[in-house]
């Protein structure tokens, strides 16, 4: 097939693309002339060097050796009767972009080839039961699951993975990603899965996924990908089938345009920095809430969150003459909360927030938040999350309030498996979830020793400095600079 490649710089009218197919099936191979071969070949080794010299940083160094795409369809075709997915109000009102993850593999037990082929067939049959995936969306009101498919890139640079992962920020992490696609926004014609596999020189490679937030949640995004690695390590495996009941449970609406949507997106330069907390120091940290508040037996989460927002309002204070309130916000998955609770395979976007408002810099304490948020996870439990969409309601208004108050956004996938995410040559040394375009931004994840868990956050670089001067950072945080 004949298509546009992803350089966002260059986009030549004709590349040779391997053909779309269905790859739990057999499809005859299309030879163009000879001619054609040889012309495409120049073609497309000089847009390798052209894409090679207008990359920057790191990639700048690290020569693209090969790159070729493919789609990926379902491996039975979807029932025409499931062919229209509703989006759920939720759905409808998050933003369209492109949620990221990213597992690193030093030495895969088989070649690049088999590997291709392993996760091609895999992702083809997962596909037939996440088949909104390999649909469209339409509209912001729903998805055409008409099996175009998800889009799988197959790359291979000159260049150690080490170069990748060891590094404390994400800007060069974005390398086992398609160039500028995390964080941003899917359009209506694109695949709303993108994969790509990125071999390294010293035989390592990465495994990306890129899902659109319009119809995922992390727990969507955590269960899809770890379906797919258990298809892929056992093509017998049988795995749960995905639920699609959002729009049953959140009722759409008609009024709600792709142009009104909420759009956070930031411009400010921004700060991602990565910390670890071990179970020792949260332990020593939950503890002394405790003691201060009564709160039994406070969540790692909750402490954890407290503490990075006390550091960041307090660096923020300190490079600014405002007062305006803070406001912390976390996301909690409503599938278990809801009586009785949903299926954990049920699909979209199926979570709300927490929202904990501080009106001056005395109530920012850690015990005083850790208290903020355990009675407000009580309240939310109690809620008729139907009738009652806090999420809904706080996103409606939180365009009016922009200029009023300080927003801070904590997030975790803690205690999902993905440190195991073995599609068959074994557990990943490393997986992460690269945090961009968002300032005032806290992503939580189990470290991969399981041991503690690791920080990743998003603030505006002005307010770095002081952040890493608070005591409580100090105490109980070690920067990551070595991510091997």
Not at 341 to 368: C, H, K, Q, W, Y
Request: proline residues 8%; contains cysteine.
């Amino acid at each position: 097939m004949l298509h546009t490649t992803n350089f966002s710089f260059l986009r030549p009218k004709r590349v040779l693309r391997v053909e779309e197919s269905h790859p739990c099936q057999t499809s005859p191979c299309w030879c163009p002339p000879l001619l054609y071969i040889l012309y495409v070949t120049i073609v497309y080794k000089t847009l390798l060097q052209i894409a090679h010299i207008k990359l920057t940083g790191n990639m700048a160094a690290s020569r693209l050796v090969s790159f070729a795409e493919k789609i990926i369809k379902p491996c039975s075709p979807t029932p025409l009767s499931l062919r229209h997915y509703n989006l759920s109000l939720i759905d409808q009102f998050m933003l369209p972009v492109y949620m990221p993850i990213v597992a690193f593999y030093p030495f895969p037990s088989k070649n690049p080839q088999q590997i291709s082929n392993i996760l091609e067939k895999s992702l083809s049959k997962v596909l037939s039961s996440y088949f909104p995936f390999a649909g469209r969306l339409r509209d912001n009101t729903f998805v055409d699951c008409n099996d175009r498919g998800a889009k799988f890139m197959n790359v291979e640079y000159d260049c150690p993975m080490s170069k990748v992962v060891n590094l404390p920020d994400t800007g060069p992490e974005y390398l086992p990603f398609p160039k500028d696609l995390p964080w941003t926004r899917t359009r209506d014609e694109e695949s709303l899965l993108v994969i790509q596999l990125s071999h390294f020189n010293c035989g390592g490679l990465a495994i990306s996924a890129s899902i659109s937030h319009k119809i995922a949640d992390g727990c969507t995004l955590c269960n899809l990908i770890s379906d797919w690695a258990a298809i892929s390590r056992d093509e017998t495996a049988k795995v749960p089938s995905p639920q699609m009941i959002g729009s049953s449970i959140f009722s759409p609406s008609t009024d709600i345009h792709t142009d009104t949507m909420i759009d956070e997106i930031d411009n400010q330069s921004l700060s991602r920095k990565r910390y670890l907390f071990s179970n020792s120091k949260l332990k020593l940290l939950k503890s002394q809430v405790a003691s201060e508040t009564g709160v039994q037996n406070p969540t790692r989460l909750e402490v954890l969150s407290a503490l990075i927002y006390k550091c960041a309002t307090s660096a923020a204070r300190a490079n600014s003459s405002s007062s305006k309130p803070s406001v912390l916000t976390q996301v909690v998955n409503l599938r278990p909360i809801f009586d009785p609770p949903l299926p954990t395979r049920a699909i979209g976007n199926i979570f709300s927030i927490i929202p904990v408002a501080t009106m001056s810099e005395d109530e920012i304490s850690i015990a005083r938040v850790v208290c903020k948020l355990r009675k407000a996870k009580e309240e939310l439990k109690n809620e008729d999350h139907v009738k009652e969409n806090k999420l809904v309601s706080l996103m409606s208004k939180w365009p009016s309030m922009a200029n009023e108050i300080e927003l801070y956004r904590s997030s975790s996938v803690c205690n999902y498996p993905l440190n195991n995410l073995d599609f068959g040559w074994g557990r990943p040394s490393r997986v992460t979830i690269p945090v961009i375009g968002l300032g005032n931004t806290f992503f939580l994840m189990d470290n991969q020793s399981g041991d503690g868990i690791e920080a990743i956050v998003s603030l505006p670089e002005k307010d770095v400095p002081e952040f890493e001067k608070s005591k409580e950072l100090i105490e109980f945080a070690s920067p990551i600079t070595d991510l091997n």
